[in-house]
């Protein structure tokens, strides 16, 4: 993932399609972590562990035609089963 520059269409196979927004260093009850920073629709958030990473991959698709999914919808879920059949 060295190619991922900030603004970076990413795909999250939980939450869907969302744009990189960098890493991000938190404090924790365990010592400072640092969490991967992804923004979707609404300006909602998810702050992934950066030792989750395969849970994302690059968006390669046609920037264009691509929508923002929002956290909480069901769209993302339908849209992944249709793919998992083709």
């Known amino acids: 993932m060295e190619d991922l520059k900030i603004n970076d269409l990413i795909v999250h196979e939980d939450y869907g399609i969302g744009i990189y927004k960098g890493l991000e260093k938190v404090k924790t009850y365990s010592g400072e972590k640092e969490l991967i920073k992804i923004e979707y629709e609404n300006n ?12 994302i991959t690059k968006y390669v698709g046609d920037k264009e035609l691509v929508k923002i999914d929002k956290i909480g919808s069901s769209s993302w879920q339908k849209e992944r089963k249709k793919l998992k059949k083709i």
């Open 44 to 55: 909602a958030k998810v702050f992934l562990p950066i030792e989750r990473i395969d849970k």
